[in-house]
């Protein structure tokens, strides 16, 4: 039987871009029945900003 996605292709393009721009590795992406996407990340990657020090 075949049910209609809770979710679209978009979604998931524009959660994975919102955590590559935070300057995090995408590891894998679940999607659950309702919808709910998760997205478990890795070690933040080399180009991610550091906090700059206090003077």
């Known amino acids: 039987m ?11 393009k524009r959660a994975i871009k919102a955590v590559q721009e935070a300057g995090l590795e995408v590891q894998t992406v679940e999607i659950t029945r ?13 180009h991610q900003k550091q906090p700059d020090p206090e003077l």
């Open 34 to 46: 309702d919808g709910t996407i998760r997205i478990l990340t890795s070690e933040p990657t080399t």
């Open 2 to 12: 075949k049910t209609k996605a809770t979710f679209k292709q978009t979604d998931v």
